[in-house]
């Protein structure tokens, strides 16, 4: 079963803008991750925020979580092509698996 | 490169028929996660294994599924008589049980039954 929901489902921009992503998920955490996707590849991790975080930053990347709120976002600054893929969100109720949303599908125009 | 390598990438195959998907995780990495994804949507959880150990199975796993992970090392996952609901690309990840969490892909072994 899916617990994470993204939001939006497609997003498309303009090159060098910036592309904003969230996530919603149901249960208790111990960390959220994002991963990214290329078309018909696997998952790349992007970056890791534990339940005790409230904002992490990695490069073009930042990401916010609200444990209040049961949600996430994330931030891509300063778009690229490059950056078109899906972006998924995961977290871990359980100690042994991730549970996915269907993710956002982020196309950058040139 | 000592990445996460699946094999085959590709499989198309006839109803009825078997197939086998091998996986090779980072080679010290003691967990092995199978994924499924159909189109547009996130992986689902198939099962995973610690070591040699299959510890927990998802009910998404029919008994036509079997996993396999000898001596802790590679995976192999057979899908038996095949359906055409069965079509997916099949992800292999594998992580360090004391880690971050963080998983490590392959890139996937995609399934079209016919």
């Known amino acids: 079963s899916q617990q994470g929901e993204e939001d939006p489902q497609a997003l498309s921009i303009q090159e060098g803008e910036n592309a904003t992503m969230n996530c919603s998920y149901k249960t208790s955490i111990n960390n959220l991750q994002w991963y990214r996707q290329n078309s018909g590849r696997g998952l790349v991790h992007l970056i890791l925020i534990r339940s005790n975080e409230r904002e992490k930053h990695s490069g073009r990347l930042r990401v916010t979580l609200d444990t209040s709120k049961k949600s996430s976002s994330l931030l891509i600054t300063a778009s690229r092509a490059a950056d078109t893929a899906s972006y998924f969100c995961?977290?871990?109720?359980?100690?042994?698996?991730?549970?996915w949303g269907a993710g956002t599908k982020l196309i950058i125009k040139p | 490169d000592t990445g996460v390598s699946q094999d085959p990438r590709h499989k198309i195959t006839k109803r009825g028929q078997n197939v086998t998907f091998r996986c090779d995780p980072i080679s010290e990495h003691n967990r092995l996660y199978w994924y499924r994804q159909t189109l547009g949507q996130g992986p689902e959880f198939l099962t995973y294994?610690?070591?040699?150990?299959?510890?927990?199975k998802s009910r998404l796993l029919s008994d036509r599924f079997s996993a396999e992970r000898p001596k802790g090392s590679f995976s192999t996952l057979e899908i038996q008589r095949t359906e055409q609901g069965d079509s997916a690309m099949y992800l292999c990840a594998s992580s360090l049980s004391e880690g971050t969490g963080e998983l490590f892909f392959g890139e996937g072994s995609r399934l079209t039954v016919l």
């Open positions: 995961a977290t871990d109720p359980y100690n042994y698996q991730l549970i």
């Open positions: 294994f610690q070591n040699e150990a299959q510890l927990e």
